[in-house]
């Protein structure tokens, strides 16, 4: 099976294309994609870590892509919600709101790098956020969370050929709920605060949705929508998204930790979540 050689950035000189049309050798540089980023394709490149290291240095992500992989295979798209989907963690911008967001973000990075079990991680989390009212949940959704760019335009790809979209997230239902509404996503997992009184408790309400959960939602997922022929994707950026990745058929790390990107088919750190379509050619 032939491998393109893709790269992308939000622009690319041309002579850094020429530079890479010389060491590739390939016979044509291909652009393809809405321009936004900026997309090429080397067509029949040998696979060569080093082509990639070099694109890193040269400030664009790149990948070699099976020749015959299309968008329209695509039949599942999964997604981690926190610094993925969206810019922020919605626990650190909560815990800002009780005045501890230094004390909760040192957790959530520890967690992010698998250093600490991320069930044990979130309980302790949680249990630091005792007494705030619901309305700084409010404020942080209206006030603090973004998408991440590109989003909206990776969703609308994926939606015109039909694909479903899942946001699977060790986050919390009042956010992903949201997201759902406002993207016209087809399904949403995540943990649900314990609240009383209009306060939280300190406590998670049911079951914890860790990362064997996700996994497992995944894989049900993609045997109902994809089959035997279809794709499915997942996209995350902290190793609680690394069972995930090993359901999907392609795992796109995201701006991730170095534990993750290592995991992953491919990785964006320059692109928005739009260059994910630029992986399907």
Known sequence: MTTNFIMQAPDIARATLDMFASRTRAGAIIPFGAGTPAAYCFPQVAPDDTLLEAAAQAGCDAAFVPGDRRLNQVRLVAM??????ITIECIDEIADM??????????TAAAMRG??????????RVSLLAGLPVAALERVYDERLRLSPGAERMLTGFAAVGAKTALLSGGFTFFTDRLKARLNLDYTMS????????????????????????AAALRRLKLEHAGSEGLAVAIGDGANDLPMFAEADVAVAYRAKPVVRAKATHALDHC??????????
């Open 98 to 107: 009780q005045g501890i967001k230094p004390e909760v973000a040192l957790i």
């Open 191 to 214: 943990n649900t605060l314990d609240i009383v009184d209009g306060k939280l408790t300190g406590g998670i309400a049911g079951p914890i949705v860790d990362a064997a959960v996700k």
């Open 272 to 281: 928005g979540l739009d260059g994910v379509l630029n992986l399907f050619v």
């Open 115 to 124: 250093e600490i079990e991320f069930a044990e991680s979130l309980r302790r």
């Open 80 to 85: 981690d919600m926190d610094s993925t989907l």
